[in-house]
């Protein structure tokens, strides 16, 4: 079996369809991810993207009664220890920290993705899970405008989940170079505003530099400018989550990007904490 580790989230570790355990830093242990864009589709293409062959597009049907026994199956393993039998997991982390929605692409893409969330609501239940397992749905937000994806929120917040709301630049130049997507900051305010009203809601924010190992200075006060606009529309966040490069990207652009410094990333979110938000950084 393969070592479980932060620097490899194959989506077949598990030789599953839908599901996947990963060691998030994140989550600060193990994830079970579950992937709804299996063919690699995705409306935005990240330049930092660990997925290979990634493509534009919507994910292929989803299978609901596969992905429910898979789920099923491997939390099963992982109550049991089974899992940790077959994986090496220190001892400090065999224990399961969140049900993340992630996988290869927007999973709100997805037209199943409200059943979705319903039905993991219904497997944990069934299982007894602990509560203190989170449920996480990270997003780009571009599908909040929609009636389902706006269902499914609502049943997300109300099994106690959260969203992690991907903000990597806050400047339309900024986000074409990054997201490759033309996206105007008031766009992403309305879609954050409409995430927020619907399920608690977390700026989940990638940090690293093009070509050298530093920050654009005048994209980073765009940055911290718009935590102070979001404050200003009364927009709530439960807090922000910076992270660097950790596994190397997929992209063509993967030559230009460098990591940052831990120290760098630390400072970074000291001046976020100074906004008065709540920071969570991983490196």
Same mark, same amino acid.
Request: hydrophobic share 40%.
């Given at each position: ?11 077949? =570790? ?9 060691? =998030?830093?994140?989550?600060?242990? $193990? ?6 864009? *299996?063919?690699?589709? #995705?409306?935005?293409? #990240?330049?930092?993207c660990?997925?290979?062959? $990634? ?5 292929q049907?989803?299978?609901?009664? $596969? ?10 393993? #992982? ?62 937000g =571009?599908?909040?405008?929609?009636? &389902? ?7 997300l ?8 709301? %991907?903000?990597?630049? &806050?400047t ?26 619907? #399920? ?11 070509? /050298? ?6 994209e ?17 966040? %439960?807090?922000?989550?910076l ?5 190397? =990207? ?17 400072? $970074?979110? /000291? &001046? ?5 938000? *709540?920071?969570? &950084?991983?490196?």
């Amino acid at each position: 079996m393969p070592e479980l580790t932060t620097t490899d989230h194959r989506r077949d =570790s598990a030789n599953l369809q839908y599901v996947y355990p990963v060691m =998030s830093r994140r989550a600060g242990g $193990l994830s079970i991810g579950i992937n709804l864009n *299996t063919n690699n589709a #995705c409306n935005w293409r #990240c330049v930092y993207c660990q997925v290979p062959g $990634l493509v534009r597009g919507r994910p292929q049907p989803v299978n609901r009664v $596969l992905l429910r026994d898979e789920l099923t199956g491997l939390l099963r393993d #992982c109550l049991d220890g089974s899992f940790f039998e077959r994986y090496p997991v220190e001892p400090a982390q065999r224990v399961i920290r969140d049900i993340a929605l992630s996988g290869n692409g927007e999973p709100t893409l997805a037209p199943e993705f409200a059943a979705v969330i319903t039905d993991i609501g219904q497997v944990t239940a069934a299982l007894g899970l602990p509560a203190s397992v989170r449920r996480v749905l990270i997003t780009n937000g =571009s599908g909040v405008g929609r009636t &389902a994806v706006r269902h499914g929120l609502s049943e997300l917040a109300r099994q106690g989940g959260d969203v992690w709301f %991907k903000l990597d630049s &806050a400047t339309p130049q900024g986000i074409r170079r990054i997201n490759q997507v033309h996206l105007t900051v008031d766009t992403l305010l309305r879609r954050l505003d409409g995430v927020t009203r619907l #399920c608690g809601t977390y700026l989940q924010t990638c940090l690293f530099g093009f070509d /050298d190992d530093r920050v654009n200075e005048a994209e980073w006060q765009a940055y911290l400018d718009f935590l102070d606009e979001l404050r200003h529309r009364d927009i709530p966040l %439960k807090g922000v989550l910076l992270y660097g490069l950790a596994r190397p =990207s997929q992209q063509p652009e993967a030559i230009h990007l460098r990591r940052l410094s831990p120290p760098l990333i630390e400072s $970074l979110a /000291d &001046a976020v904490r100074a906004r008065g938000y *709540t920071v969570s &950084a991983a490196w």
